[in-house]
């Protein structure tokens, strides 16, 4: 991070040039005080600093303006994308700018004192994917953009390999007309008949790095394929416990493995062996500065894109089954109420004794006999009661059920969708996730009350407005929450367990559960313990999960630090309260961006799958209404588009009550009601798919371009 913009992150208020150059050097001169001037002009142009009447500076989230990339909506209205959630900009506020556009937005309030913003300035403009293909023309390589016929690009530099029909990687170094740009090639995507191009190209939009630096690679060749004796002396020797991993079928990057015991006074003992990460990568080393850039991993429907090397995250990371493995261990005492007792920290070495996945495990809970696991049963049936005893502590203590609706998208040797299918989760899966989140909340816990730094995992209070809108939402349905929920008050966990325990005698209970998601803050990284609101926790973080998140590695670092190695410093305290604050922001933002890609990526392999499907009926519920049509969501979870013009009579849009009426102002359809649709047709390009209403569907002729 620029100095001086750090400098103005951790102030608590504007400083001037000289205050800012006073922390940066003991002495100066007015040489840096002229750079410095520079790089803050840089700063303001890129929208990270903004400067006051009185010639102080300010960082921007200090401020009631922020930057961000803006989305913009089939309504026309924008939302600006921040890590503490999305921004909504509306369509006459927007001063020009277009989808993609990175803009400085301030914060404002509508009529109903709900908040919104207004653009303020366009930091820099979209013109495009930045994506172009190479073809051959009159002797010499050319290059024309994807997905915008409008746009006239001229090669001005190119060091790279390109053959006719290379996709490829580009900047604009000079604008010399009003749609006409000299580009330099800058990177190679793939080719356009490569199977996997449109992955990559996606993949490419939202600039997520897949080769790693020669320098990362070098380091992670270098490790070792097995453990060294050096390795063991300091560490307790777990393998002569019974352990074992449970994961999909398909993992190869195994993070963590569990044990279990009972104690003569009935409680329990959960170990936690986790991926010891953050012995193989340090602070200095390549592969540090690699995981802390990337943020995570990214597990797209085709492939995964490891935040790590496979050398380590397959490798010598990766519990195996029968390999040895360094581990960090996170034991924790519950009693037979599922309250925690307490919790202790160690370095380990282990050997797992069997890979289990989840449809097997969960073929023992149901009772089926499994080839390999007879000698596990009593084992898994145990680990199964205690979960239960954790998940049970957890509802007792207001923990909201929130329904994650996911599809898996079935695909062929070559990346083709080739089916659809709900992704449950079963007792297996929710036996992991309850060993997991007992474990993140004995680290958090340890954290807080030593008062050490650390990455808190935050879910904060929802908004009052947001939980205003949700309760008129319902109210458009007929269903009344007087006495169920005070959202002019502080909300608590229990208040909105309630609330949804009440809605589960209605047959749109998901879709319901669905939009209540949609209305809370989205949990993210802090340097600052706010508690967790979701899981109804005091004090919790993500550290079990290392081979696949940054903030995973540094809060194993900072445990050992702190307990294991008690190594630290008032220089590194301070020193790394600046990093942690600086991480926690990056990585909530390398997570969003995570599963954004992961979602365009779906959106564009259904598409295509749908393609095939043209004519296809299904059963789908109305998700959300826009003036031109409404989108739906078929049982098979395919999201699509239902445009009015497919109607045979007009139909009328009721933005207040969320309904569309006709002729004779009678309501036809609503959010939420079930519908019967067909697929009239879909986009991989555009990634979109369109439906109709079963029987509708005659003038669907113009119906790409309309919705």
Aim: proline content about 1%.
């Amino acid at each position: 991070m620029n100095q001086a913009l750090s400098i103005l992150k951790n102030s608590t208020s504007s400083m001037d040039i000289l205050s800012i150059i006073k922390e940066m050097k003991n002495s100066y001169t007015a040489e840096d005080i002229k750079i410095l001037k520079e790089e803050l002009d840089k700063l303001i142009k890129e929208g990270d600093v903004i400067q006051r009447k009185d010639g102080a500076y300010l960082n921007i989230e200090k401020s009631n303006a922020r930057k961000g990339k803006i989305q913009i909506t089939q309504s026309g209205a924008g939302f600006v994308l921040l890590k503490e959630g999305d921004l909504f900009i509306p369509g006459k506020s927007l001063a020009g700018a277009t989808d993609g556009d990175t803009v400085l937005a301030v914060i404002t309030q509508d009529k109903k004192g709900r908040k919104e913003g207004f653009v303020k300035k366009i930091i820099k403009k979209n013109i495009g994917s930045s994506q172009a293909e190479i073809y051959f023309d009159n002797n010499t390589f050319k290059a024309k953009a994807v997905g915008n016929n409008n746009v006239e690009l001229i090669i001005n530099k190119n060091d790279l390999y390109v053959v006719d029909g290379s996709i490829v990687k580009y900047e604009v170094v000079e604008k010399v007309d009003k749609n006409k740009y000299k580009i330099n090639i800058v990177d190679v995507i793939g080719h356009k008949n490569s199977p996997d191009i449109d992955t990559l190209m996606i993949t490419d939009e939202f600039e997520v790095k897949v080769s790693f630096s020669d320098e990362a690679l070098a380091e992670a060749r270098s490790m070792p394929k097995d453990i060294k004796g050096e390795d063991i002396s300091k560490r307790v020797d777990l393998r002569n416990e019974i352990e074992i991993t449970i994961d999909g079928k398909d993992t190869k990057d195994i993070d963590d493995a569990i044990r279990i015991k009972q104690l003569e006074n009935g409680d329990f003992v959960i170990g936690v062996d986790l991926a010891d990460v953050s012995h193989y990568v340090s602070p200095g080393t390549a592969l540090w500065e690699e995981a802390m850039s990337r943020g995570n991993s990214h597990y797209l429907a085709d492939r995964v894109i490891p935040m790590l090397p496979v050398e380590l995250s397959n490798g010598i990371c990766s519990l195996n089954e029968n390999e040895d493995r360094l581990a960090f261990s996170i034991e924790t005492q519950i009693d037979s109420s599922g309250s925690t007792v307490g919790s202790k920290f160690f370095l380990s070495i282990i050997n797992t004794n069997k890979k289990m996945n989840y449809d097997d495990v969960n073929r023992v809970f149901n009772h089926e006999k499994v080839s390999g696991y007879e000698e596990y049963e009593s084992l898994l049936f145990s680990m199964l009661n205690v979960s239960s005893l954790i998940k049970k502590k957890r509802t007792e203590r207001g923990e909201i059920e929130i329904i994650s609706q996911e599809a898996k998208l079935i695909m062929n040797e070559s990346g083709k969708m080739i089916g659809i299918e709900k992704r449950n989760d079963g007792l297996a899966e929710n036996l992991i996730e309850n060993f997991m989140i007992l474990a993140n909340e004995s680290a958090a816990t340890c954290m807080r009350d030593a008062s050490f730094p650390f990455g808190y995992r935050v879910h904060e209070l929802p908004n009052a407005e947001s939980l205003k809108d949700y309760v008129t939402f319902l109210s458009v349905l007929g269903i009344s929450t007087v006495g169920k929920l005070n959202y002019s008050g502080e909300v608590k966990p229990k208040d909105i367990q309630s609330l949804l325990n009440n809605l589960k005698v209605n047959d749109n209970y998901e879709m319901l559960n669905k939009r209540l998601l949609r209305s809370m803050a989205k949990a993210r990284y802090c340097e600052q313990n706010l508690g967790h609101f979701g899981l109804a926790s005091e004090c919790y973080c993500h550290i079990t999960a290392a081979i696949r998140r940054a903030i995973d590695i540094i809060n194993q670092y900072l445990i050992k630090k702190l307990i294991i190695e008690e190594d630290f410093n008032s220089d590194f305290i301070k020193n790394i309260n600046k990093f942690i604050s600086y991480i926690c922001d990056y990585t909530s933002s390398t997570e969003r961006t995570a599963d954004a890609l992961e979602r365009e990526v779906e959106k564009m392999k259904v598409s295509e799958y749908m393609q095939g499907n043209i004519g296809k009926q299904y059963n789908a519920y109305i998700d959300s209404t826009l003036s031109r049509g409404f989108f739906v969501i078929t049982d098979e979870l395919i999201n699509g588009f239902v445009s009015l013009d497919t109607f045979k009579e007009k139909l009328t849009y009721d933005e207040e009550f969320l309904s569309y009426t006709n002729k004779n102002k009678k309501v036809i359809y609503r959010v939420g009601d079930k519908v019967k649709v067909e697929c009239i047709s879909a986009s991989k390009e555009e990634r979109r798919v369109d439906f109709c209403i079963l029987g509708e569907g005659e003038t669907n002729g113009n119906i790409q371009q309309k919705s």
